[in-house]
């Protein structure tokens, strides 16, 4: 794999919070930050779609007795809070950063403008993307392949808790292998458990590289964004 220009990463809640945690660990999003400003100085430019799931997801609005869309939007602010905390850490790095929102925050955030965003990177900003898409019902999975589609990424990277993708799931099966390399036509044949369908679907039909790796792993998000073998490669074959 060739190192990518411009990248989308996607960073999950579980990366602001302590291991098992929920809330903000500010130790974490340090390290998160040094980490990127590190890469922008390789000049790799840097767009992230930032999770909530350590505030709150939609879909446990049931079991607290809210609506379900309210939940959603619960959750979309929750991506708000995480993405200020990046911005703020950026920013005591020396880093100059831009907080685009798909909802309307315009007190604390930009909104979301292609062009703008495209801008920003051009400059050399962190752009961080919250509000997921803006609508109920979508995670921020989907708003990363999206706009790593409309922002022209080169590859979408997905920050997880696992270091990959694996035949199957490894806290079921001992014998459960890590993939280095797959073809998006086997995760479907395989079912392998990748990201949510319609973000999949979106890389797929738009032929959107995809790099899954651990979050923990010691400069894993240098070695992913430099096209250095890490977790798990999804593509097309050529
Ligand atoms: N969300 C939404 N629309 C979006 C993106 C997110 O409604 O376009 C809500 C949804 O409730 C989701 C929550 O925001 O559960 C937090 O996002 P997500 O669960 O994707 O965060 P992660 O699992 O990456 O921490």
New binding site residues.
Partial sequence: MSAPRRILL???????AREGETGLDTERVKALAGQLLQLTEEGVQVAC?????????????GSLGIN??T?????????VI?GLALSDALESNGLHARVMS?IDVHKVCEPFIRRRAIRHLEKGRVVVLV?????????????AAQRAIELDCDHLLKATMVDGVYNKDPKQHDDAVLLPEVSFQQVLEQRLQVM?QTAFTLCREHNLPIVVFDMNARDGLLCAARGQKIGTLITNPS
């Fill in positions: 996607k960073i999950s809640g579980e990366g602001f779609v930032i999770g909530g799931g350590n505030i709150l997801r939609g879909k446990q609005s379900r869309a939940g959603d939007y619960m959750g979309m602010l929750a991506t995480n798909a509000g997921g898409l803006g609508n109920p019902y979508f995670t921020t999975d989907t708003a949510d």
